[in-house]
């Protein structure tokens, strides 16, 4: 069902976290290859666009070719302090009058798939969503998190103002943005300059597939669950 719609696949070179994370072969491939495929695969863009600053990642991005494009993104927006939403305004660039939805999809979330991408998709054209973002169900309550001070070893409680509730099924439900997808009406954003405002709706993803590497012992787990993920879907 390809529309006039953009992926954008952010995949700079740098990473404190786990250098060369984007090129790290997942499962057998590169890490940055599976978002490509999920892309290609849901049928839903008549271009993706792959910002790098990484030769090797414009490599393989090159080697999709079709609808796959390499993009050399400039110096200046290559270091960890430049925010995604920036990275993608200047992936739209000037053909923004050419797509009505735009897909931010980092390549740190393998887990997603193009049935993720169909979906949040089709929420946001039947429902005219200017905005949605994948969310995950968190395993932890703020209600039972403590800071603390490592020279006195202080704990103190987070929410304050709210009494502790002991059973974790007493607990209200609570989401956390899993950074596995980022859909916005392109005239929106352009405005907007932002990802999630006060119209941004949610979509849900499981837990198992909300892994995002930004570590090894994260890439580790995420390639766990790849390979096990007919055993995590009929949990």
Same mark, same amino acid.
Do not use: C
């Given at each position: 069902?390809?529309?006039?719609?953009?992926? !954008? !696949?952010? *995949?700079?070179?740098?990473?404190? +976290?786990? @250098?060369?994370?984007?090129?790290?072969?997942?499962? +057998?491939?590169?890490?940055?290859?599976?978002?490509?495929?999920?892309?290609?695969?849901?049928?839903?863009?008549?271009?993706?666009?792959?910002?790098? =600053? =990484?030769?090797?990642?414009?490599?393989?991005?090159?080697? $999709?070719?079709?609808? &796959?494009? *390499?993009?050399?993104?400039?110096?200046?927006?290559? #270091?960890?302090?430049? @925010?995604? !939403?920036?990275?993608?305004?200047?992936?739209? +660039?000037?053909?923004?009058?050419?797509? /009505?939805?735009?897909?931010?999809?980092?390549?740190?979330?393998?887990?997603?798939?193009? =049935? =993720?991408?169909?979906? !949040?998709?089709?929420?946001?054209?039947?429902?005219?969503?200017?905005?949605?973002?994948?969310?995950?169900?968190?395993?932890?309550?703020?209600?039972?998190?403590?800071? $603390?001070?490592?020279?006195? #070893?202080?704990?103190?409680?987070?929410?304050? /103002?709210?009494?502790?509730?002991?059973?974790?099924?007493?607990?209200?439900?609570?989401? #956390?943005?899993?950074?596995?997808?980022?859909?916005?009406?392109?005239?929106?954003?352009?405005?907007?300059? /932002?990802?999630?405002?006060? &119209?941004?709706?949610?979509?849900?993803? @499981? +837990?198992?597939?909300?892994?995002?590497i930004d570590s090894k012992s994260d890439f580790l787990l995420a390639e766990l669950i790849s390979s096990k993920l007919n055993i995590f879907e009929n949990l």
């Amino acid at each position: 069902m390809v529309n006039k719609s953009i992926a !954008i !696949i952010p *995949a700079r070179l740098g990473s404190k +976290g786990f @250098p060369g994370k984007n090129t790290n072969f997942f499962n +057998g491939k590169p890490l940055v290859s599976w978002t490509i495929e999920a892309a290609l695969l849901s049928d839903s863009f008549s271009k993706i666009v792959v910002s790098s =600053d =990484d030769e090797a990642v414009l490599e393989i991005a090159d080697s $999709f070719g079709d609808i &796959v494009k *390499a993009y050399k993104r400039r110096r200046s927006l290559s #270091h960890d302090r430049v @925010p995604g !939403i920036a990275v993608a305004l200047d992936a739209i +660039g000037n053909e923004k009058e050419s797509y /009505e939805f735009g897909l931010f999809l980092q390549p740190t979330s393998p887990l997603r798939t193009s =049935d =993720d991408i169909k979906a !949040i998709l089709r929420l946001a054209q039947q429902k005219n969503y200017k905005s949605v973002v994948s969310i995950t169900e968190a395993t932890k309550s703020p209600n039972w998190m403590y800071s $603390f001070d490592r020279n006195s #070893h202080k704990v103190e409680k987070y929410e304050k /103002e709210n009494a502790l509730i002991p059973l974790r099924q007493n607990t209200k439900s609570l989401y #956390h943005l899993n950074g596995a997808l980022y859909l916005f009406q392109i005239a929106w954003l352009l405005k907007s300059r /932002e990802f999630i405002t006060d &119209v941004t709706r949610g979509y849900i993803m @499981p +837990g198992y597939k909300s892994v995002d590497i930004d570590s090894k012992s994260d890439f580790l787990l995420a390639e766990l669950i790849s390979s096990k993920l007919n055993i995590f879907e009929n949990l």
